[in-house]
């Protein structure tokens, strides 16, 4: 559903479920301490990505619920030139797809973030799916991957395969086989 026909109860829910995961316990932290032990509200930055700001259906409702339980949460943009990270008592990292052509500047725009809730070693290591390989040869299955294959390699008969940049979001540049032809 569109946010604007979710239901404040919705909002809410989908807020809570937001703070419930293992990522986001410092925010909850925040919430559950008394509002009045802070001089003034607690701050929260949700940084996205103009461009895709509007796809992120979740934002207006964090937003609500936020302002609801009396935060003064604002969504931003990461690499708003005019944004002073340093005003928040945490900044989270929602949608900011469009990291995938500015990589380099995504994670130094991260490390220079005070109080980024996200792990700023697990955003590096995350915005590169090489990290397959690291989780692969420590035991861990993943979905059968070659690496580096160029035109005329033998790829063997997968009966499909997709082709995907180590840096992407989404299907951005991805492609989908089911012949050795296509």
Do not use: M
């Not at 796809?55 to 005019?82: C, H, K, Y």
């Not at 995938?100 to 109080?115: C, G, K, M, Q, Y």
């Not at 995350?126 to 040869?137: G, P």
């Amino acid at each position: 559903n569109p946010p604007d026909r979710r239901s404040p109860r919705s909002a809410v829910k989908c807020f809570a479920s937001f703070l419930d995961s293992e990522a986001n316990a410092f925010i909850l932290q925040l919430l559950r301490r008394s509002l009045h032990q802070y001089a003034g509200r607690v701050t929260i930055a949700f940084a996205t990505s103009t461009a895709f700001r509007t796809f992120d259906e979740d934002l207006p409702l964090i937003q609500a619920a936020a302002d609801q339980r009396g935060l003064d949460a604002r969504i931003l943009s990461w690499d708003d030139p005019d944004a002073d990270w340093s005003t928040f008592d945490a900044v989270v990292i929602r949608s900011c797809w469009d990291y995938i052509e500015r990589r380099d500047e995504f994670l130094e725009w991260a490390r220079s973030v005070p109080r980024l809730h996200n792990s700023r070693e697990v955003i590096e290591w995350n915005t590169d799916k090489v990290y397959l390989r690291q989780l692969e040869a420590a035991g861990i299955p993943i979905i059968e991957t070659r690496w580096d294959i160029a035109a005329g390699d033998d790829i063997g008969s997968p009966g499909e395969w997709v082709v995907k940049p180590t840096v992407s979001a989404g299907s951005k540049d991805t492609a989908r086989w089911h012949a050795a032809e296509d």
